[in-house]
């Protein structure tokens, strides 16, 4: 691997990582689970009391299953992203490490991985 393929390739995996589209999907993730929580406390403070609330009881059931679709989008991008992040970052190829944010100052100096020392970035 040459040092233009490793920059680029950790670039590529930085601005994976970053952005605020990110921190949408992580706020609807939170707030799924949150809204999951509440809609099932509801759903069975229902079932104790002894009013009709069908009616009630179906939209709490519709709203459950959205929130449980939400969730399992924002889980779905943050998987897919991962992989993405995974396939782009350059490993060492003797230990299988990552080469991080930390020691890739030091790998694009020396041309080494920072863990084991074996040759990461061809000449």
Known sequence: MTREEF???QAAADALSRGYFWGIIYSIWL????AAIILVALLGFSFFTH???RAERIAMLWELGCC???FWGANHAFNVRARKVE???VRCTSCRR???RESEKSTLETGRCAGCGAQVIGP
């Open 68 to 70: 449980v679709a939400l």
């Open 87 to 89: 396939q782009l970052t």
């Open 98 to 100: 990552f080469v991080s």
């Open 51 to 53: 009013a009709d609330v």
């Open 31 to 34: 707030a799924t689970v949150l």
């Open 7 to 9: 920059v680029s390739r």
